[in-house]
């Protein structure tokens, strides 16, 4: 360690004629050292599952596009280049990072279960189901459109995309189904934004399997 310097630097002022020392201490100090060190990614416990192909779902990969046909519709995908869909002769569909990186783990994950969800829509579906809360809130189902009735001063219409089928049951039940999991989700998530349920009675749409946590509400005035 070093011992510690004092240096003494004496200016003339112009003005008083006279000198002004100033004593500047240096204080010891330790020497730092720098490791390099390499990180390895781990692979993602879901993207490394592999994904399998039911006999009558049919798989078109091109590249880094990748289309999915079924018998109850047909989905594309695009894969980033940190990633890549490889099929197996067991007929398995392994996705696998091409580079190792942290936005390569975060992609191996996310687009095994994209592609997952891809092969069970078109052959099993997806479904969604809402519920309603509160005296006078019921749902029909008119043509392509459903229509709410949630308590304000007009009935709120929602047009039904092509690929989704709607189905209301004892007014108050409402089913999303179709293959599109994403598109199931984004049209339930629309529906339950028009009355999102309250926390003091629990009023409003909710998912099924939505607990709704409650407030207490204020207590009266003491007498």
Not at 45 to 63: C, M, Y
Not at 69 to 82: D, F, I, Q, S, V
Not at 86 to 112: C, D, I, P, W
Not at 185 to 191: E, K, L, N, R, S
Request: proline share 5%; glycine share 8%; hydrophobic share 35%.
């Amino acid at each position: 360690m070093a011992s510690s310097l004092v240096s003494s630097f004496q200016p003339r002022s112009a003005f008083l004629g006279d000198r002004n020392v100033f004593k500047v201490s240096s204080t010891p100090f330790a020497q730092v050292g720098y490791s390099s060190k390499t990180i390895e990614c781990k692979e993602s416990r879901i993207g490394k599952q592999p994904i399998a192909v039911p006999s009558n779902v049919t798989i078109a990969l091109e590249g880094q596009d990748l289309k999915v046909k079924g018998p109850l519709g047909e989905l594309a995908l695009t894969y980033p280049r940190e990633v890549e869909l490889t099929k197996e002769e067991s007929g398995l569909l392994r996705v696998k990072k091409t580079v190792e990186t942290r936005r390569a783990n975060q992609m191996h994950g996310l687009f095994r279960t994209l592609t997952d969800n891809m092969v069970v829509g078109v052959s099993k579906g997806f479904e969604k189901k809402l519920i309603l809360v509160g005296v006078g809130y019921r749902a029909t189902v008119e043509g392509k459109e459903l229509v709410l009735n949630l308590g304000f001063s007009h009935p709120v219409k929602m047009q039904i995309p092509d690929s989704l089928k709607v189905k209301v049951e004892e007014n108050t039940r409402i089913t999303v189904s179709g293959y599109d999991k994403s598109e199931i989700g984004q049209f339930a998530a629309t529906v339950r934004k028009w009355r999102p349920p309250e926390p003091y009675k629990g009023k409003g749409v909710k998912y099924s399997d939505e607990i709704v946590r409650t407030k207490e509400g204020k207590a009266g005035k003491k007498k």
